[in-house]
C-alpha cells in the first residue's frame, strides 16, 4: 500500500497553526485535532508580543482566518486523539469529537441562546475573572465563532432538567440537544505534537486566598483591551494597586528566557497602566544565564530598569497590615523587608493537560519535565518515535518567535522525508 502524504496536526494554537498551513501550503492534506472549542492557543489572550509589542490580535486573526477556509486544512475541534497503530506513512488514527450541540452550519453566532442561558460558571479563558453560560463561546471574536453546549455544566445533562431556553432563543434552529459525539478514523504519514503548555497559577503558602495575588495570565487578561476588566489592572477585590512586586522567576521553578521577556511584558504593563504605583522587581541573584540562552535577563542590569532588588534566598511571603503583603526578602536575617498592594509570583511553563495520555499512545517517551523527550539536542522537532514530531511549548518553554520557528522546522521535517526512517 501506498504511504499517506496527509498529517495530522495536535493543537491549533499558534505553533500548530503555522505547520498546517506551511503543509498545505505544499499540497499536503492536514487534519488539525483541537481539544477546545476555537483556534488560537494561548496567545490569542495576550493584547501584545513580546519584545515588539505588536498587536497579538494581529498576529493570530490572519492564521485563523486561513485555517478555517483553506481547502486542504480539516479543522476538528472538541476533539482528541484516542488511538493511534501503525508506523511512518502509515499511522491509523482514530478521533474522539464531542458533541457541540450546536449546527455550526446553521449557527451565526449572534449570541442569543446563550443569553438566556440561567447556568453561570467560571470562564477558564478570562482566568476565572468572570462567568460564562453553558452555552457559549470562550471569548469574543471566538474562530470557529460557533457556541457549544458544556454538558458538564447545562442542566439538561446534570439534572435532567428540561430546560430548552437556548433553544428556544435560537430562530434558526442550530441547537441540536440530540447530537451525538463521533469518531474520525484517519489513515495519517506523519503526526506534529503542538499541543502548548498550561500555567498554573503559582501563590505563596498562606496567601491562596489573598486578593493582593494575581497571576502574570491574569495580568495580562486585565490589560487586554478585550477582557475583563476593560484594561484596568486590579487587585481581586477590585483596589488599583499603588505597590506592585513581580517576582521575575517562579519561586518553584527554573529560571528561563520566557519567564525573563514575561516579566519585561507585565513591567512594560504596570508602567502603562499604573504609572503612579511603586514597581519592584524581584530578581534570583543567584541566577547567571548564558548571554544567548537569556538575553533578555541582561536587562535588569543594563537596561536602566529601576526598583530591582537580588535576592539570594527564597522570599517568604505573609499577609500584610490591612490587605497588603508582606515580603521578606532574607528570612531569619536582617535583610530588607516591605510591604505590597499586589504580588505577581512568576509562572512555570509546564506540560498541556493530557501530555502523559497523549505521550503513551504515540507511543513517545517523556523526558524529566513530563513533556515529549528529545533525543536529538541538535534537532528539537524529533520526538522518540519516528514519524512523530513536535513543536512549539509542547517540546519546551519557548517563546513565540521560538515557536513559529520550530514549526516551520517541523513542518519542513515531514516535507523532506522521501521514505525510510
Not at 180 to 203: K, N, Q
Not at 341 to 352: E, F, K, N, T
Request: aromatic share 4%; hydrophobic share 40%.
Amino acid at each position: 500500500m501506498e504511504r499517506s502524504t496527509d498529517a495530522l496536526v495536535i493543537g491549533a494554537g499558534l505553533a500548530g497553526m503555522k505547520a498546517a498551513l506551511m503543509l498545505a501550503a505544499a499540497g499536503r492534506r492536514v487534519h488539525l485535532v483541537e481539544r477546545t472549542s476555537m483556534t488560537g492557543g494561548r496567545i490569542i489572550r495576550c493584547e501584545d508580543v513580546f519584545p515588539s509589542m505588536e498587536c497579538a490580535t494581529c498576529m493570530i486573526s490572519p492564521l485563523q482566518q486561513e485555517i478555517l477556509s483553506h481547502p486542504l486544512v480539516t479543522l476538528t475541534t472538541l476533539s482528541d486523539v484516542i488511538s493511534v497503530e501503525g508506523s511512518r506513512g502509515d499511522f491509523s488514527v482514530r478521533v474522539l469529537q464531542r458533541a457541540s450541540s450546536v449546527d455550526p452550519e446553521a449557527c451565526i453566532g449572534c449570541a442569543e441562546c446563550w443569553a438566556v442561558c440561567p447556568v453561570a460558571v467560571r470562564n477558564p479563558f478570562e482566568e476565572d475573572l468572570t462567568d460564562r453560560r453553558a452555552i457559549s463561546v470562550p471569548c469574543a471574536g471566538a474562530l470557529p465563532n460557533v457556541p457549544w453546549i458544556d454538558r458538564d455544566r447545562c442542566l439538561r445533562w446534570t439534572e435532567g432538567a428540561g430546560c430548552t431556553l437556548c433553544a428556544d432563543a435560537c430562530v434558526f434552529g442550530a441547537v441540536d440537544f440530540g447530537a451525538a459525539d463521533r469518531t474520525h478514523d484517519l489513515r495519517i504519514g506523519e503526526i506534529l505534537v503542538a499541543t502548548g503548555f498550561d500555567a498554573p497559577r503559582t501563590v505563596p503558602a498562606g496567601l491562596e486566598d489573598h486578593p493582593g495575588v494575581v497571576s502574570a495570565l491574569r495580568v495580562e487578561r486585565m490589560f487586554a483591551s478585550n477582557g475583563p476588566t476593560g484594561g484596568e489592572i486590579r487587585t481581586l477585590d477590585g483596589r488599583v494597586p499603588s505597590s506592585v512586586a513581580l517576582l521575575v522567576h517562579p519561586p518553584d521553578g527554573a529560571p528561563s528566557r520566557v519567564s525573563t521577556m514575561t516579566a519585561l511584558k507585565l513591567l512594560h504593563y504596570f508602567e502603562k497602566r499604573l504609572p503612579a504605583a511603586s514597581i519592584r522587581i524581584l530578581l534570583d541573584g543567584r541566577y547567571r544565564p548564558e548571554p544567548v540562552a537569556d538575553p533578555y535577563h541582561e536587562r535588569w542590569t543594563t537596561g536602566g530598569i529601576p526598583g530591582v532588588v537580588r535576592f539570594q534566598e527564597t522570599p517568604s511571603f505573609s499577609a500584610g497590615p490591612g490587605s497588603s503583603i508582606r515580603i521578606d526578602l532574607a528570612p531569619g536575617s536582617a535583610g530588607e523587608s516591605f510591604e505590597t498592594d499586589m504580588l505577581v509570583p512568576g509562572a512555570p511553563m509546564l506540560p498541556a493537560e493530557g501530555t502523559e495520555r497523549l505521550a503513551g499512545l504515540l507511543g513517545i517517551e517523556r523526558g524529566d519535565d513530563g513533556r515529549p523527550l528529545r533525543p536529538r539536542p541538535d534537532d528539537p522537532t524529533l520526538s522518540s518515535r519516528p514519524g512523530v514530531f513536535l513543536a512549539g511549548a509542547a517540546a519546551g518553554s519557548l517563546d513565540v518567535t521560538s515557536s513559529i520557528t520550530m514549526a516551520a522546522a517541523a513542518a519542513g521535517r515531514i516535507l523532506s522525508w522521501k521514505g525510510g526512517e
